[in-house]
């Protein structure tokens, strides 16, 4: 590789960044609030983008960040479309731009898989990288907090070395950020690190760098490492929690077929110190604009490498997020049956608390699903504009089949038109008139709705409620008051419930329903079987075959344990199942 020569100056006065999204807006007013003495400009070619952070409702939303931006704002952060001043009077420019799956088109969104490989499109990286090389007239330091591929930086120095003044030194630094939407202000405030990366020969850059953290970062929190390790880091960290969010999903599939609680067996993992308790809350999967496109990232730098195992290992981390969203409609279909014209409430649409962003949200996957069964959705999110969620719902990228295992194959055909969705103001509105409410978002103030208040609003006392993010502290008292209340992971409404079959015969059939097979619907499990006679006796052991629909078991026949018998569909009555009092 080239280096390029670095710049000579020491002092900063002015920092440009490029993107004023998630990332370059709320990184630009922090670092402008803790350093005063510099000016900090963010720009973009979005001009409506610029004028709403110019405005009194940014397109942000980040606890802590208005009242940060509304000081600040016109004394030292600026925002501004105009883009070669803020990079010729810069001395340090921040590429915050965003970097998609290089794949995101109609044709190979619609017929790819979701955890395909995919690389990341760096095209707009490389735009702004040539108007800098065209722009500059004096020393820059460039660095990337985009999340990049590695060796992403060799292609930045390229592109300045051949398009940029010779007389121009340019350092190239990696600086990658580890922003968590919904804390992004509390993480730049005390971040747990901040890794600034850079080839040889760029060591007064990354001091530069450092010297402008160094005003509110301890200085043992600072790390400097070789660029490519920088880059490679923020993939790493992504994929290492999302790692973790699908392990404990699937620990949660073996629990509800164990009849174990999730939320148990997590607290126990969590008390291990070496473990700990960070992303151990089963879910209804990750979402958000990192997760999925690094590991997806991660998996295509892994195939062009030649390290096809490693690919497949960070794979399955998707497979099992995408099979989560599933399992949780499945869920519905399963329980409540014929979805045609009943009403769901769908609370939250958020891919997480805390924040409005939606992208690669569950919420919309699961929505999308219901409405090809024939449900009509009331959605309602604090903070999700009504526009997003109708964009996600109303997008033919994604009109394909959704149709879940045992059902017949249907698309959504209606969704634009908007007849069976409306957005409401508040939870208890989406609630009024639904037969199911679907907790897709774990926003705090669905922690603390009034489940009295709201079991006079929905559509029957036989209404079902589907937690999808562990939001509800007790789902007995939910029951208590006549609710049908299912957890994700706790099948609370299924195990411990006695099964009573009356067969045709008129044997009454008794057991402990233990376990649930999501994916085909059926149940394998020891009963006993009794006969009442006069003097009541008790005969013995078979091993029943039963199958779920809604609230109801119906045995579908009886397997003699000491040879294959014909099992006896026909005959077959339906029970309610009956909470177990210990």
Request: hydrophobic fraction near 40%; charge should be negative; charged fraction near 20%.
């Amino acid at each position: 590789m080239v280096y390029i020569a670095p710049m000579t100056q020491n002092v900063i006065s002015h920092v440009c960044c490029i993107g004023a999204g998630y990332v370059g807006g709320p990184t630009s007013a922090v670092m402008a609030l803790k350093c005063p003495g510099i000016q900090f400009t963010v720009v973009d070619t979005d001009a409506k983008r610029i004028a709403a952070w110019n405005s009194s409702s940014l397109p942000v939303y980040e606890p802590g960040l208005d009242d940060i931006v509304w000081e600040r704002r016109g004394t030292n952060l600026h925002f501004s479309t105009e883009i070669e001043s803020a990079i010729y009077k810069a001395d340090i420019i921040l590429i915050a731009v965003n970097t998609p799956p290089i794949y995101q088109n109609r044709e190979h969104r619609t017929n790819n898989s979701p955890w395909a490989a995919t690389a990341t499109d760096l095209s707009a990286v490389e735009e702004c990288t040539m108007r800098i090389a065209h722009v500059a007239r004096s020393s820059k330091i460039v660095v990337e907090k985009s999340t990049v591929p590695c060796k992403t930086g060799d292609i930045i120095a390229s592109i300045l070395q051949r398009h940029g003044c010779k007389d121009v030194g340019f350092d190239v630094l990696s600086n990658p950020e580890f922003l968590s939407e919904g804390t992004a202000i509390q993480d730049l405030l005390e971040p747990d690190r901040v890794i600034i990366g850079g080839q040889r020969g760029t060591e007064r850059a990354q001091q530069a760098l450092e010297s402008i953290y160094a005003q509110w970062v301890c200085p043992d929190r600072i790390v400097t490492m070789g660029l490519w390790s920088a880059e490679l880091v923020k993939l790493a960290s992504n994929a290492m929690l999302a790692q973790r969010v699908s392990s404990i999903n699937s620990i949660s599939v073996l629990c509800e077929a164990t009849g174990a609680d999730v939320t148990d067996v997590a607290r126990g993992c969590a008390m291990d110190s070496r473990i700990g308790d960070k992303f151990l809350r089963p879910s209804v999967g990750f979402g958000g604009s990192c997760f999925h496109k690094d590991i997806a990232s991660l998996v295509w730098l892994c195939e062009s490498l030649g390290l096809p195992e490693i690919g497949e290992y960070w794979q399955q981390v998707l497979k099992i997020n995408e099979y989560q969203k599933t399992r949780f409609a499945q869920r519905i279909l399963h329980v409540v049956g014929d979805l045609a014209g009943k009403r769901v409430a769908c609370l939250g649409f958020a891919y997480k608390g805390g924040t409005g962003d939606t992208r690669n949200t569950p919420a919309a996957v699961i929505c999308r699903t219901l409405l090809a069964h024939g449900a009509h959705l009331a959605v309602y999110d604090p903070k999700v504009q009504e526009t997003s969620i109708v964009e996600h719902l109303s997008d033919p990228c994604f009109e394909q089949q959704v149709a879940m295992p045992g059902y017949s194959n249907i698309r959504s055909t209606n969704v634009g038109g908007r007849d069976d969705v409306c957005i409401c103001k508040t939870a208890y509105e989406a609630m009024d008139g639904a037969h199911v409410v679907a907790i897709l978002t774990a926003w705090d103030e669905f922690r603390h709705i009034d489940w009295q208040r709201a079991s006079g609003l929905l559509a029957t006392p036989q209404s079902c409620i589907f937690d999808g993010q562990l939001v509800i502290k007790n789902i007995g008292e939910l029951e208590q008051i006549g609710l049908k209340a299912f957890a994700m992971s706790q099948l609370q409404s299924y195990v411990d419930r006695k099964v009573s079959v009356i067969m045709s015969d008129g044997r009454l059939v008794v057991g402990m329903l233990r376990g649930l097979d999501q994916t085909t619907n059926i149940i394998m499990q020891e009963c006993q079987e009794r006969v009442f006679s006069e003097d009541d006796g008790v005969e013995i052991v078979d091993i029943g075959l039963y199958m779920i629909r809604g609230d109801n078991i119906a045995v579908i026949g009886l397997i003699d344990e000491e040879a294959d018998a014909e099992l006896d569909f026909e005959n077959t009555r339906c029970a309610p199942l009956e909470p177990v009092k210990h």
